[in-house]
């Protein structure tokens, strides 16, 4: 498996007028030769070439992102067997907390490159990733005129290899280097001090909790104060049981071939795998490209199908590649005390979320943290009846009040008790809206 290098897209955030009307529309990652690695014909082992080092910026441009801002683009790297680019994206909000990053990995779960925040996020977008991503953007709506920087990355890689744990650690990790680089600094204004929070819900928190987990080691110097990881998918093999045949089963589909582009070997059986009457293969296979066209639904979704009969073995790929599912599809197998991150967690979850099903897994993945991992302060927020999807409704306005608390103690060097500072009323994100500007994430 390779792990991808980064490109970074800084965006500078306004709330004026954009006069991008007469602009035409941007290019689709595998069409725009920005994503590209600084040399095409540049190899692995050719260093120079790349720049020896991980998070460093290749390459920047302007961009325009949802018709109200504006920004540079830039590109970074990761270093592994196999470099490659991919993009994150920096926005600064209007009235600007430039000593505060929050790094937002979005739930953007998708085989295609074309799903990319990077372009999702950008005027005149078209599809499926412009629809996604902006709504998951809607969700830091609160604070896009006052409050933190944002970094929102691409953790898939250039494969859009969702699901894979790893790669999406990496890929996080490594945007945030790249943010926090002095050419990144020049351009968005960010502190030289400045503190880093990690935020991700479902698949972006895959990303949050794999990084969090590869930090002491990867990039231990990083001044991350805090993390959120909210329905977090502990075992995609557990995921695929429980979604497979329910209102969620495409994301199965997304899973699988998210991995597959990770896996050659698997990419290759499991099209060998795939049966052909009733168009079966090329169903499955059309979630490939489910971002790259204008319309942003060619074909009935998938859910509520049994994804696992479209195979002409049934679901024998997850035992078949029960080692590869096991090595990037399970959470906590690298907590240790050595791997301890140095910064607090906080976990929240619905007790009806079909996607982290079974509840114990992510309770042992907390208690892990606590016993093994040797972190001081885990918050744990079981949302007792939420599913997947209330949970981060009633989750995200809590999380938002705990990222300020941490932001604070960091910057006062003085202990907070930011769970014991949250009011009890703030779990619901829609109140959360209206708290007063002190409670407000700034």
Not at 178 to 202: H, N
């Amino acid at each position: 498996m390779q792990y991808l290098l980064h490109a970074l897209l800084f965006s500078t955030f306004s709330f004026e007028q954009v006069l991008a009307a007469k602009k035409d529309p941007p290019l689709v990652p595998i069409e725009d030769p920005f994503y590209l690695p600084p040399d095409p014909d540049c190899l692995p082992s050719e260093v120079d070439c790349w720049k020896n080092s991980t998070g460093v910026v290749l390459r920047k441009r302007e961009v325009t992102v949802a018709n109200v801002v504006t920004g540079e683009r830039a590109s970074l790297r990761h270093v592994d067997e196999n470099p490659d680019a991919s993009v994150t994206t920096v926005i600064v909000p209007v009235i600007p907390n430039k000593k505060r990053v929050i790094s937002l990995q979005s739930a953007y779960d998708s085989p295609d490159t074309n799903c990319a925040p990077s372009y999702g996020l950008q005027h005149k977008a078209q599809g499926w990733g412009k629809t996604w991503n902006r709504l998951n953007l809607a969700f830091l709506a609160p604070y896009l005129q006052t409050g933190p920087i944002l970094n929102i990355p691409d953790y898939e890689g250039s494969n859009a290899a969702f699901a894979v744990g790893p790669q999406s650690g990496y890929q996080t990790l490594d945007s945030i280097k790249a943010a926090l680089s002095l050419e990144s600094r020049e351009y968005t204004g960010i502190k030289e001090d400045a503190k880093v929070i990690m935020f991700g819900y479902s698949g972006g928190a895959l990303a949050t909790e794999w990084a969090t987990e590869m930090k002491a080691w990867y990039a231990e110097t990083l001044p991350i104060v805090g993390a959120v990881i909210g329905g977090a998918p502990t075992n995609i093999t557990s995921t695929y049981h429980n979604v497979n045949g329910g209102d969620l089963a495409t994301l199965n589909v997304w899973a699988m071939l998210g991995i597959m582009n990770a896996y050659p070997t698997m990419n290759q059986w499991m099209r060998d795998d795939l049966r052909t009457d009733a168009y079966q293969d090329k169903r499955f296979l059309l979630e490939l490209t489910s971002c790259s066209y204008a319309s942003p639904a060619l074909a009935k979704g998938l859910n509520f199908a049994n994804i696992s009969a479209m195979f002409k073995q049934g679901d024998k790929f997850l035992t078949q590649f029960s080692n590869i599912l096991n090595e990037i599809g399970v959470m906590g197998k690298n907590i240790t005390e050595q791997n301890n991150p140095g910064y607090p967690l906080a976990f929240f979850y619905g007790t009806e979320d079909e996607v982290t099903y079974p509840l114990e897994d992510t309770q042992k993945l907390i208690d892990k943290w606590k016993t093994v991992g040797k972190v001081e302060k885990v918050s744990d927020w079981p949302l007792k009846g939420e599913t997947h999807a209330s949970a981060l409704l009633k989750g995200v306005g809590k999380a938002w009040l705990w990222m300020n608390c941490q932001f604070d103690e960091a910057e006062k060097s003085k202990e907070m008790h930011c769970d014991k500072e949250l009011p009890e009323d703030a779990t619901d994100y829609q109140n959360q809206m209206s708290f007063s500007p002190s409670q407000e994430l700034r």
